[in-house]
């Protein structure tokens, strides 16, 4: 979620004024999607601080960013096999309009993203239709 931004925070250089919660899923084993995601994020020239997945497939990867490299942050999560939910790719558009209208001032900001990814891998799906009936 955005927060809002006080005059307070403004002055202050260590603030983070976009601090973004986002879902998706992805089709791929969760151990390719940390390893394709991180490292596509690090290729970006961002910071992963902190990634997890838990044994039903949920992977919680926060990452940060400057704000003038947004556009190749959302590139490489599609690239990486992420689908993002609706709500994902409405807030990637509203920061890369903004960063686009108002580069000069904000182009250094740090964006802090935790994204939440649920893995649902090709081999769990065959499995599960195997067994059901027909």
């Not at 955005?2 to 260590?14: H, S, Y």
């Not at 969760?30 to 490292?39: A, D, H, K, L, Q």
């Not at 807030?91 to 209208?101: D, G, H, P, S």
Request: charged fraction near 25%; glycine fraction near 6%.
């Amino acid at each position: 979620m955005k927060q809002a931004l006080t005059f307070r925070d403004a002055q202050q250089p260590g603030a983070i004024p976009w601090a973004l919660q986002m879902r998706a899923i992805s089709r791929e084993e969760p151990n390719r999607v940390v390893r394709s995601v991180t490292g596509a994020i690090l290729g970006c020239g961002g910071w992963v601080l902190s990634r997890s997945a838990s044994d039903e497939g949920l992977i919680d990867i926060l990452f940060e960013f400057e704000r003038q490299s947004c556009l190749e942050i959302y590139s490489i999560l599609i690239a990486a096999g992420v689908e993002l939910s609706q709500n994902a790719h409405i807030r990637f558009t509203e920061l890369c309009q903004c960063t686009r209208l108002v580069r000069k001032d904000c182009s250094e900001e740090i964006v802090s993203v935790d994204l939440e990814i649920q893995t649902f891998a090709m081999n769990e799906e065959k499995d599960t239709a195997a067994q059901a009936p027909h």
